[in-house]
């Protein structure tokens, strides 16, 4: 009889809880189970791991009883990560590896039939919990996993090419000369630490000198970008709202260590994460037809949405009221709160979803209300128009904070402009106005919340007047008149003022106007 323990994780959100692969190896009728919560991937990982053992001239026990027990019983395990573990606990439990010298270690990965290993998702998130949570433990890899797991500072982490580089390795003294391990699969490079630089590629992005004319609205993407906050870009088809729109994501500043490694993290768990693109702000722009899953995550295990896919980046929704009215309702809890809680009869998990949300709508179903007659008139009844735009709740539409109105260029604008400022230059007083801000209360403008609204925004007595009298004649909620005194706040930083003045109040007012009240 053998037993031995081989330590894995499971993913769980961006949880990755300890599992403990234990394998017991009995006398008896032959047989191979594995219990634990074990999902039909896991599962198959018994043909698996017998045949990459065999493959790679190894022995594996025909003639025994092998339980396998994935510890603890009632965590949900998936994929084909612990395909590395078990077979290690096979070949500890016979005698084949030492098992004590196992105990340091933490293994993931799937296996191939031929032995080789592959990669497997989640891998930085798995450093990631185990950086945060202070575990000092070695990670074993296979290619691919161990270059993102290595992105994570101060860790342990080794890159296996093959289950016999993994075995060598842990072999006793006594067996280092098996013929096993001189098959032609075992090379010297197959057993590597991995010490990753992170990349900082810099990615070519679009310029805003290509947007001609538009200077609301460009303004309104400056503002959005210098204070965090969301935006509604509305106007007739054809005006320049996407083209905007993709032009954002080079106006906010570089991301920082940390906010990289939550980004990657997310990334990893959906299998999207691209090293190249380390240390860029993600951009996700999902099809009007996505549902309220795919955008705020979910299934069993739960899995990350386009909202957190997008957690330090840009969530662009082109064509806001074509989206379903479920899948724009779930991101009113998000937009307040900056993550989202998906909850389950069994278990529940919590992704962070701190993302900027720029969207683009028509005014009414032709596209063309409020257009030149002369170019082309709209053709919508006044039901119509109703009916379209009552698709996008107040409570959503008071979420956003700045509105504003994209018209159509005529021809002679669009051809004879010269190309406006470009993205480095905005980008740099945006740079500037997050700076005073972060000097000031160490959080950009929009994550604002309670007493620190009225202690940072350092109203001008008369500019306090202004909006009181304002926010009661237009009826705004409280959200709204505080929404509008952080976009204030953002203005007087990019003008460079440590004062909130009335022409500051007045120009932010002027975004606070919804497609409804236009």
């Known amino acids: 009889m053998g037993l031995s323990l081989v330590q894995g994780r499971a993913l769980l959100g961006l949880e990755a809880a300890q599992v ?6 009995a006398n008896g009728l032959p047989s191979f189970t594995l219990v634990g919560l074990a999902d039909v991937e896991v599962k198959e990982a018994r043909e698996r791991v017998r045949c990459a053992i065999q493959n790679s001239g190894l022995e594996f026990p025909h003639n025994q009883r092998i339980t396998v027990n994935l510890a603890p019983a009632d965590l949900p395990k998936d994929s084909g990560r612990l395909d590395l573990p078990i077979a290690l606990g096979i070949l500890a439990a016979s005698g084949q590896i030492d098992g004590a010298r196992l105990a340091d270690y933490e293994f993931a990965g799937e296996l191939s039939l031929s032995g080789a290993l592959r990669p497997v998702r989640g891998a930085l998130a798995m450093a990631l919990a185990l ?3 202070k575990v000092a433990t070695r990670l074993v890899l296979p290619p691919g996993s161990a270059e993102e797991a290595a992105l994570v500072p101060d860790s342990h982490v080794y890159r296996a090419v093959h289950l016999l580089d993994v075995v060598r390795h842990f072999a006793p003294a006594a067996a280092s000369s098996s013929n096993a391990f001189q098959d032609n699969a075992f090379n010297d490079e197959g057993w590597q630490r991995v010490s990753a630089l992170p990349p900082r590629v810099l990615a070519v992005q679009p310029d805003m000198a290509d947007v001609k004319g538009q200077l609301a609205a460009k303004r309104a993407l400056e503002i959005a970008a210098a204070g965090g906050h969301s ?11 996407s083209m905007s729109a993709h032009r954002f994501a080079g106006l906010l500043p570089e991301m920082n260590t940390d906010e990289a490694l939550q980004s990657a993290a997310i990334g990893s768990l959906s299998g999207r994460f691209d090293i190249a693109r380390w240390g860029q702000r993600p951009t996700c722009s999902p099809h009007h037809s996505a549902s309220a899953v795919a955008l705020v995550g979910g299934g069993s295990p739960p899995r990350p949405g386009e909202i957190s896919l997008a957690h330090h980046g840009v969530l662009f929704l082109d064509e806001l009221p074509e989206f379903p009215r479920a899948a724009l309702e779930a991101l009113r809890e998000p937009l307040e709160t900056g993550t989202i809680t998906i909850a389950r009869a069994a278990r529940r998990a919590e992704f962070p979803a701190r993302f900027q949300l720029i969207a683009a709508m028509n005014p009414c179903p032709c596209g063309y209300l409020g257009a030149s007659k002369a170019a082309r008139p709209c053709r919508c009844t006044p039901n119509q128009v109703s009916r379209y735009q009552g698709k996008l709740s107040g409570p959503l539409m008071d979420r956003i904070d700045l509105h504003v109105e994209v018209p159509a260029l005529p021809a002679q604008e669009l051809l004879g402009t010269v190309p406006g400022e470009s993205t480095q230059a905005i980008r740099m007083r945006c740079a500037q106005a997050r700076d005073r801000a972060l000097a000031r209360q160490n959080q950009a403008n929009h994550a604002l919340q309670g007493a620190d609204i ?4 350092q109203l001008e007595p008369a500019a306090a007047t202004f909006l009181k009298n304002a926010a009661a004649q237009l009826g705004w909620s409280a959200r709204g008149t505080h929404r509008t005194l952080k976009i204030a706040r953002t203005i007087a930083d990019l003008a460079g003022s440590p ?3 009335l022409a500051h109040v007045a120009e932010a007012m002027q975004y606070r106007r919804t497609a409804k009240d236009a």
């Open 20 to 25: 403990t692969v234990e394998v017991h190896l």
């Open 499 to 501: 004062t909130t003045a």
């Open 231 to 241: 935006l509604l870009l509305n106007g007739p088809p054809g005006s320049g709202k």
């Open 454 to 457: 009225d202690r940072y925004a």
């Open 131 to 133: 950086h945060t949570a």
